[in-house]
């Protein structure tokens, strides 16, 4: 299995009063982001952001677009706001699709005024430029991914989120001592982020926030060692 594991303290971290980031591949240039030439995609993920805002955070309204964003709500209440008035608040393992298309200004709010909300953003590059703009939310209960790998979000699977790539963003809720695997077509590859717990990949142990690049390997198969939430970019290379 061709893996590239990246550690959590390897990842570009930035941490200011209302927020903290750990950003996995380099968009843009401080305070908006960070570059560096060799770590900017896979294939057409461009951005894996996991970010924490405190309690009554707000990423203020910015604008987006030619972007397919995926946004998974690690922990608090995650709150979409944008120009259209579209919104919704994603709890714990809900996830949002939005297709940005031809422009959109949008803000991320920590719902919650009492507790620090972390999410993952996913930003895809689309199959083509200027697509109509649009936003959908899913609810998903745990017992849904517990011990195997569930799709949210999908240009095949009729049950996932719509995304207009040829991607897929699946997540696990993996009970110690047990298994999953994910299939991987040819000419795709992985991007698997331990969100909590210890996975065992192939020959590698990671641990919460540690990330790992996966290409060249039919099937994507994970063990945990301990409870674990994981979230995976399956992506054409």
Same mark, same amino acid.
């Given at each position: 299995?061709?893996?590239?594991?990246?550690?959590?303290?390897?990842?570009?971290?930035?941490?200011?009063?209302?927020?903290?980031?750990?950003?996995?591949?380099?968009?843009?240039?401080?305070?908006?982001?960070?570059?560096?030439?060799?770590?900017?995609?896979?294939?057409?993920?461009?951005?894996?952001?996991?970010?924490?805002?405190?309690?009554?955070?707000?990423?203020?309204?910015?604008?987006?677009?030619?972007?397919?964003?995926?946004?998974?709500?690690?922990?608090?209440?995650?709150?979409? %706001?944008?120009?259209?008035?579209?919104?919704?608040?994603?709890?714990?393992?809900?996830?949002?699709?939005?297709?940005?298309?031809?422009?959109?200004?949008?803000?991320?709010?920590?719902?919650?005024?009492?507790?620090?909300?972390?999410?993952?953003?996913?930003?895809?590059?689309?199959?083509?430029?200027?697509?109509?703009?649009?936003?959908?939310?899913?609810?998903?209960?745990?017992?849904?991914?517990?011990?195997?790998?569930?799709?949210?979000?999908?240009?095949?699977?009729?049950? %996932?989120?719509?995304?207009?790539?040829?991607?897929?963003?699946?997540?696990?809720?993996?009970?110690?001592?047990?298994?999953?695997?994910?299939?991987?077509?040819?000419?795709?590859?992985?991007?698997?982020?331990? %969100?909590?717990?210890?996975?065992?990949?192939?020959?590698?142990?990671?641990?919460?926030?540690?990330? %790992?690049?996966?290409?060249?390997?039919?099937?994507?198969?994970?063990?945990?060692?301990?409870?674990?939430?994981?979230?995976?970019?399956?992506?054409?290379?």
């Amino acid at each position: 299995m061709a893996i590239q594991v990246r550690k959590k303290d390897e990842i570009f971290h930035i941490k200011e009063d209302w927020f903290e980031g750990y950003w996995h591949f380099s968009f843009g240039s401080p305070p908006q982001g960070y570059y560096d030439p060799d770590n900017t995609n896979l294939g057409t993920l461009r951005v894996h952001n996991v970010d924490t805002l405190v309690p009554g955070g707000v990423w203020p309204m910015h604008p987006h677009r030619d972007i397919e964003v995926i946004t998974y709500c690690l922990d608090g209440e995650f709150q979409h %706001a944008d120009e259209n008035g579209k919104g919704g608040v994603l709890y714990k393992g809900d996830v949002q699709h939005t297709t940005v298309g031809k422009g959109m200004f949008h803000e991320e709010i920590n719902h919650r005024q009492d507790v620090p909300m972390t999410f993952l953003q996913i930003w895809i590059i689309p199959r083509e430029r200027g697509l109509t703009p649009s936003v959908q939310n899913r609810s998903v209960d745990e017992k849904e991914r517990l011990n195997r790998f569930l799709t949210l979000v999908s240009n095949k699977n009729p049950d %996932a989120l719509p995304i207009a790539q040829d991607a897929e963003f699946v997540v696990s809720s993996l009970q110690s001592g047990k298994a999953a695997s994910h299939e991987l077509d040819e000419g795709y590859g992985a991007y698997l982020y331990v %969100a909590s717990g210890q996975i065992r990949l192939g020959e590698h142990t990671l641990s919460e926030g540690d990330a %790992a690049k996966i290409v060249d390997e039919p099937t994507v198969t994970v063990e945990a060692s301990q409870d674990s939430e994981l979230a995976m970019v399956v992506v054409r290379l």
